[in-house]
């Protein structure tokens, strides 16, 4: 068997946290989150003009023929979801082994690949940091003995790939460098958030995607809000 196979196999959910999925939501803006600051997991309503829906209905407009979809960041599915609506299968990546995930995704109709993972630009074992995360300056505690290896997009060899969505707070550049290879052979299309704060950028992946031949189709920015999320395509496609 590959090694790559052997050591990184998919997500295995139990059987009771699958259960909980209600197809009555399958379709619906509803879904299963751990609410900041309160007990438990919660049945969540964020409407039709959530960033999730809204970039993804903006990215199916340059989306030629949905194939195949990669969610990076997919914490509890809030974008996979929507990704299941249309393409055939979606790839999902996330080094947290969330249940709210089984709980929001019909995994059982085998449309849906989870791993528990990191990606990054090259293989590596590192400790996460600051609220669970990695980059940050200092070790969060609940994480200290707990190493991650990190994989590449690239090492995967997905193919038909036509979206790519990245949402890792700092390591979003790095994801892509890793996947450089699954960009140039498929060009898909790609969304990407960046955090800027005093004028700060937590990472350069427009910067880096424009020097593939990339541009950007579409930013998503609140009012006074420091998250930016970039709905990026190759160059010679049209988007006036």
Known sequence: MDPLKRELRPTHFKLAHKRIFDPVYQNTHTFYCSVKMQKGVQLIDYKADNVHHILYKKALNFVKEPINAVDVGCRDGEFTR??????????CFDYRKRIQFAMNIDINKNKVTHYTCALG??????????????????????????????????QFNLSDINIIKVDVDGMDEEVLR???GTISKYEPIIIVEEIESQGIKNHDAVG????????????HQKTNSIH???????KHYNIA
């Open 208 to 219: 880096y995607l424009t020097k593939l031949g990339y541009k950007v189709a579409y930013l």
């Open 178 to 180: 890793g996947a450089e």
């Open 82 to 91: 929507y990704l299941t609506w249309n393409f055939k299968h979606v790839y």
């Open 228 to 234: 930016k999320d970039y709905i990026m395509v190759p």
């Open 121 to 154: 630009q090259h293989i590596a074992t590192e400790y996460a940091s600051g609220r669970g995360n990695f980059r940050s300056k200092e070790v969060d505690p609940r994480w200290i003995n707990k190493q991650q290896k990190i994989y590449t997009l690239d």
